[in-house]
Each structure stands twice: as structure tokens, then as C-alpha cells.
């Protein structure tokens, strides 16, 4: 069962190489740049999953995805996964923050989840 576990989380990180972030398969690369890409998709691969890790040991993996159900043994997004969309939140709050203010104002009932969320990207800003 162990080996079994071990080999869904190696399936987890092709996916995530391959069409799950960095589009690997999509390059059509000759072989010495096929070896450069490999390269470097490990040195980013393994950034961003640092990243991941740092947001969930900092509590806010559960702003950036959904917690994991109560009949779920294993968890549903990868550290890789965490650490590339919480980067990508990030950038969606400097493209949109006067649209979200301006949409908060309308909506004074959901101040409190608002500050929330603003206290969270800045603890994600700060580890980013």
C-alpha cells in the first residue's frame, strides 16, 4: 500500500510537469533542449513546490485551494500546486484589486471574509 501511495504522488508530479503546469509534453524540443528544459523544469518544479509547502506550514493552503474532505485519505492538491496558483494569486490581486474594492464597497455584509482574504495575501505576499 505504501509503494501504491508513492506511485500516485510520482503520477501527481509528471501531471504537473508535464500538462499540469509547465507544458512539457507541448515543447517539441530536439534532444540537448529537451535536456535544458528537463533541467530547468526541476529547478522551478522544485521552487514552487518549496513555495507550496511554505503557504501550507503558514496555514494559508486553504485560501489558495480547497480543504480536503473528511473521506479523503490523501490530500487533493499537490505542495506544487499551492505554491504555483498562490503565486498566481498574487498577480490576480495587483491586476484586480481596484475592481475587488470597488465590489467590497457594494457589499459591506462580507467585510469580514474581505479582510480575511487581505490578511492571508499578505502573509502569502510576504512568503512569496
Same mark, same amino acid.
Given at each position: ?7 500516485? &504522488? ?10 499540469? @503546469?509547465?507544458?512539457?509534453? @507541448?515543447?517539441?524540443?530536439?534532444? #540537448? /533542449?529537451?535536456? !535544458? ?15 507550496? #509547502?511554505?503557504?501550507? *506550514?503558514?496555514? *494559508? &493552503? ?10 479523503? /485519505? %490523501? /490530500? /487533493? ?5 499551492? @505554491?504555483?496558483? @498562490? ?17 467590497? !464597497?457594494?457589499?459591506? *455584509?462580507?467585510?469580514?471574509?474581505? #479582510?480575511?482574504?487581505? *490578511?492571508?495575501?499578505?502573509?502569502? %505576499?510576504?512568503?512569496?
Amino acid at each position: 500500500m505504501k509503494v501504491y501511495r508513492a506511485r500516485a &504522488g510520482i503520477e501527481a508530479m509528471f501531471k504537473d510537469c508535464k500538462t499540469g @503546469g509547465y507544458n512539457w509534453e @507541448g515543447s517539441k524540443a530536439n534532444n #540537448k /533542449r529537451l535536456n !535544458s528544459l528537463i533541467l530547468l523544469i526541476a529547478i522551478a518544479y522544485t521552487a514552487t513546490s518549496l513555495k507550496g #509547502k511554505t503557504f501550507r *506550514q503558514t496555514n *494559508q &493552503g486553504k485560501y489558495i485551494a480547497r480543504l480536503t474532505e473528511k473521506s479523503r /485519505r %490523501d /490530500r /487533493r492538491h499537490s505542495n506544487f500546486w499551492i @505554491g504555483l496558483y @498562490g503565486s498566481l494569486w498574487i498577480h490576480a490581486w495587483e491586476f484586480c484589486s481596484d475592481f475587488i474594492s470597488i465590489m467590497m !464597497s457594494n457589499n459591506p *455584509q462580507k467585510l469580514n471574509n474581505y #479582510k480575511k482574504g487581505l *490578511q492571508a495575501m499578505s502573509i502569502i %505576499d510576504k512568503t512569496a
